[in-house]
């Protein structure tokens, strides 16, 4: 069955420092794959959508690369602010079958000033 | 609107009563999502609307969940016979088309007791 995997374990930063968050998945062909970030009682937000023709995407400090070949996504957050401290979830979306899109756990990141 | 609108925010049922959960996507927005996300998980697809068509429910837990889109906009998850497993966030999310981040709403937390 398709499976994603998330860091688990908490994410801890010092501010400043450059936040790498992992996303695997199997049993997967996504066309596309998002990442949101997700705070405390708040519905997740659209951070960034990489296609699988892209190798990498940025947008302002955050930078995503999508490897088909390992099946995995790496999501960086540069210049780290205790501001970014949040649930961060990756989300492929299935190359047929339409829309449906399946998210991971999340990974909970913090950065300490 | 300007997002993603859910009402209501908080429910509390007795188990076995039937609930309601709306939701009122961004205009415009073609294709319509619900997900279910237990406390410290991330969001589980329920269903997926484009327009007024349900294209996919697989994820819908059991024949007492159903969900409507009659005129290609507000949608309604409606749950009968609540149980306690029934208890979650449950999320909808709007989305222009293919290729394009979700906008989720704020969720309704139900609690079924």
């Known amino acids: 069955s398709q499976k994603i995997e998330q860091n688990s374990e908490a994410l801890n930063i010092q501010e400043g420092k450059t936040a790498t968050l992992t996303c695997n998945y199997t049993?997967?062909?996504?066309?596309?794959l998002q990442w949101y970030r997700q705070d405390p009682g708040r519905g997740p937000v659209f951070l960034l959508l990489i296609r699988e023709n892209e190798k990498e995407k940025r947008k302002e400090r955050l930078k995503v690369t999508f490897d088909t070949t390992l099946k995995q996504s790496l999501f960086h957050i540069t210049a780290s602010q205790p501001a970014d401290s949040a649930t961060y979830l990756c989300a492929p979306i299935l190359g047929t079958g339409g829309f449906k899109t399946i998210f991971g756990a999340g990974t909970r990141l913090f950065v300490k000033a | 609107g300007a997002g993603v609108s859910q009402s209501p925010r908080y429910k509390v049922a007795k188990r076995g009563q039937d609930v309601a959960l709306r939701c009122d996507p961004i205009s415009g927005h073609v294709s319509l999502f619900w997900y279910q996300q237990a406390l410290g998980q991330g969001p589980e697809f329920l269903t997926y609307?484009?327009?007024?068509?349900?294209?996919?429910k697989s994820g819908l837990p059991s024949d007492r969940f159903f969900a409507e889109r009659p005129e290609g906009s507000v949608s309604t998850l409606k749950i009968q016979r609540t149980q306690q497993e029934d208890s979650a966030v449950y999320l909808c999310?709007?989305?222009?088309?293919?290729?394009?981040?979700?906008?989720f709403g704020s969720g309704t937390r139900l609690t079924v007791v």
């Open positions: 049993n997967y062909s996504p066309a596309y």
């Open positions: 999310a709007s989305s222009l088309e293919r290729g394009h981040g979700y906008t």
């Open positions: 609307f484009q327009n007024e068509a349900q294209l996919d």
